[in-house]
């Protein structure tokens, strides 16, 4: 995950590590020859090095799983630090787990448990110097009803509204590719609004269109 996103990573930015992953064999899969912890590589950032796998085995040790089995929740150890880091409220993340596994309880504790014990690591460990603060959304807007809404979806409101401002119908003839596919996907389901829309089977047939 490192070598794939990192070119993506400002400079200047925090990068917490799992340094179980950085032993020969993994890293000879992607293709280091020397370690990016060690070689300066990553110079240009703020490196945490944190042995997230062994961290959350071992706060596991008391469930009977094996190895395998408890380094599944190292991403919930993961997320117990970040929460700390980010002065996040742990009752939302620990309430999601217990619903999502109700069938399970056993596996809801066990990821709960990792979940506490990366924020208590956050709160023991001197390598995070600077936490941060996320102001609830109440502070910046006032109270309403607000929703999540894409680039793609709102052109496609856009466009419908546009449509319906200047009383002309609305025709999209396209040829469904990535990242487009969800406009004419998103315009198919307002037939009411007098549109209308066309999927090609192809480019040339889609500039035909």
């Known amino acids: 995950a490192l070598k794939a996103n990192i070119a993506d990573v400002?400079?200047?930015?925090?990068?917490?590590?799992?340094?179980?992953?950085?032993?020969k064999r993994p890293m000879a899969k992607v293709g280091y020859e020397t370690s990016p912890l060690e070689d300066g590589s990553l110079s240009a950032y703020n490196i945490h090095p944190v042995p997230l796998t062994t961290l959350t085995v071992e706060a596991l040790k008391d469930f009977g799983l094996s190895r395998k089995e408890a380094e599944r929740s190292k991403n919930m150890f993961a997320l117990g630090l970040l929460s700390w880091m980010y002065h996040r409220p742990t009752e939302g993340t620990e309430n999601?787990?217990?619903?999502?596994?109700?069938?399970?309880?056993?596996?809801?504790?066990?990821?709960?448990?990792?979940?506490?014990?990366?924020?208590?690591?956050?709160?023991?460990?001197?390598?995070?110097?600077?936490?941060?603060?996320?102001?609830?959304?109440?502070?910046?807007?006032?109270?309403g009803t607000y929703r999540n809404i894409s680039g793609n979806l709102a052109l496609s409101y856009g466009l419908i509204a546009a449509a319906q401002q200047a009383d002309l119908p609305l025709y999209l003839g396209s040829y469904p590719i990535t990242p487009a596919s969800d406009i004419l996907h998103e315009l198919s389901r307002h037939k009411n609004f007098g549109v209308r829309t066309f999927q090609a089977e192809d480019e040339i047939a889609g500039i035909g269109a």
């Open 10 to 23: 400002p400079r200047g930015a925090e990068i917490i590590v799992n340094t179980d992953e950085f032993t």
């Open 96 to 143: 999601f787990l217990r619903q999502k596994f109700a069938k399970k309880p056993d596996i809801a504790e066990a990821n709960i448990v990792a979940f506490r014990a990366g924020w208590n690591f956050g709160e023991t460990t001197e390598d995070f110097a600077v936490s941060y603060e996320v102001a609830p959304a109440t502070k910046a807007f006032p109270t």
